[in-house]
């Protein structure tokens, strides 16, 4: 399994006084200042609500998040990890190490939701799914797979696409049962993961695009048709996968216009334009507004009619608030 | 009127792509504090990025807040577009609402990464619209 994965050959006492791209000191006090623990979310107070669920939502429920701690033990044991060698610079090294522990604790956290909410047969139960359901383990070897290749900007796509799509038709669920005024601390709990996830997949795009930068014409053409086949391959699979879990609930297609719309946003983060059109990224609002209250038409002057937009409180300030 | 735009954007060039697929030109504030500092000469609209991802500060990069710390640009700056990411929930787009509470301006649009094709024709259009009406 990891014939192909190697370790930096050589290391030097890594000095944060000296940086050589900005970004990496940026995102790595963004990542710090983003960290958190499952224990800080109130998770037992989910405890009512888990019991509205009918059998079949909780089953389901169960599910989405065993496929979701699968891809957070991909990326936090293999993902980050094999970015580690090709990295530019010592602080890039030092960023992957941080991303690959806190995709750890986000594989950690949804066990914390199980123990909080379910018993230990019918945990065991959704971790023997997980290890059986075809799409699900198609969708990690597909990943694996190109991890253990051997060009170093083809992980960083695949670990990009891991990051930015493939968690999407897992997160869908607790946005929709928040938005449903279910489950709201798991869903807190997610929102955190999911902020943490679009860190990652800006960092590790901006880096694969850096990486292309000085790249022949020819060689950025191969990683662009690699890039959309990838996604091809994976959203194809992907919708498998949303049909196994969500037909019997009714939400396949709510689901793929989640998947769409963050399909997009993953190949926006290596550089390429979105690929879906407008049609089929129309997100469901209540999901959309239950990842992001602000993402609604009535928090700018440009969209809908502009007319219900609301100037916010001007704030009384002084010169020296401005004062960095 | 004009129609003059001011963008902020980092190496990662997300909102310096959206600037160019808008079509419109505009300034771009210096990356760096060494840089010579930009100065506004007319009203102009502020495009920039959200940092942070969180709720507690740091959303508004520090090269926007040098900018609008000059007492003259904050006076001339007429509106807000912030880009973002919905995945930071309540901080999406973040800059823009803090921006626009302290230069009692609006937020006239948020978008993520850099822009969709649809985004580009809602700025361009709304752009316009917005222009006419302060002349």
């Not at chain 2, 040098?66 to 919905?86: E, H, Q």
């Not at chain 2, 823009?96 to 990464?113: A, T, W």
Request: hydrophobic fraction near 40%; include cysteine.
């Amino acid at each position: 399994m990891i014939d192909k994965l190697k370790l930096v050959n050589h290391v030097e006492a890594i000095n944060w006084n000296r940086i050589e791209d900005d970004k990496d000191v940026e995102v790595w006090n963004r990542l710090v200042n983003n960290f958190w623990l499952p224990e800080k979310v109130p998770l037992s107070n989910d405890v009512q609500s888990w019991n509205t669920l009918t059998e079949q939502e909780k089953l389901l429920t169960m599910r989405v998040f065993t496929g979701l701690t699968l891809l957070d033990t991909i990326q936090g044991t293999v993902g980050a990890v094999s970015l580690i060698p090709d990295a530019l610079t010592p602080h890039e090294e030092a960023v992957y190490t941080n991303i690959a522990f806190m995709e750890s604790v986000h594989a950690k956290s949804y066990s914390s939701i199980f123990s909080t909410l379910a018993s230990t047969p019918e945990i065991d139960a959704a971790f023997r799914w997980s290890v059986e359901n075809e799409n699900l383990q198609k969708k990690a070897q597909i990943i694996m797979d190109y991890y253990q290749g051997d060009d170093p900007l083809k992980r960083k796509v695949a670990s990009t696409l891991l990051e930015s799509f493939l968690f999407y038709s897992g997160f869908y669920l607790p946005m929709y049962w928040s938005s449903h005024a279910k489950l709201t601390n798991t869903a807190d709990l997610i929102r955190l993961i999911i902020r943490d996830e679009a860190v990652h997949g800006y960092y590790i795009g901006y880096k694969f695009q850096k990486g292309l930068e000085n790249a022949s014409e020819e060689r950025k053409q191969e990683l662009k048709d690699y890039t959309f086949n990838l996604m091809f391959e994976l959203y194809e699979n992907e919708v498998q996968y949303t049909q196994d879990l969500y037909d019997g609930v009714g939400l396949t297609e709510d689901v793929k216009k989640f998947l769409h719309y963050n399909a997009n946003k993953a190949l926006m983060n290596l550089g390429y334009e979105a690929m879906f059109p407008k049609e089929t990224t129309d997100v469901n609002p209540a999901i959309l507004s239950a990842l992001s209250p602000n993402a609604d038409e009535n928090h700018d002057f440009f969209s809908g009619s502009g007319s219900s937009y609301v100037i916010g409180k001007a704030e009384a300030t002084e010169d020296d608030d401005w004062d960095f | 009127m004009s129609s003059s735009l001011i963008y902020f954007s980092s190496v990662s060039g997300n909102t310096d792509r959206f600037m160019d697929k808008l079509g419109r030109g505009g300034d771009r504030l210096p990356l760096r504090k060494a840089d010579d500092p930009l100065r506004a000469t007319e009203p102009y609209v502020l495009v920039t990025p959200t940092y942070g991802g969180g709720v507690e500060g740091g959303a508004v990069p520090k090269q926007v807040i040098r900018f609008l710390n000059d007492p003259v640009n904050r006076s001339l700056i007429r509106g807000v577009i912030a880009a973002g990411n919905t995945n930071f929930g309540e901080a999406y787009g973040l800059a823009g609402d803090i921006i626009s509470s302290k230069c009692r301006v609006p937020v006239l649009y948020r978008f993520e990464l850099f822009g969709t094709a649809d985004d580009v024709d809602i700025v361009g259009q709304g752009l316009d619209a917005f222009w006419q009406r302060l002349s």
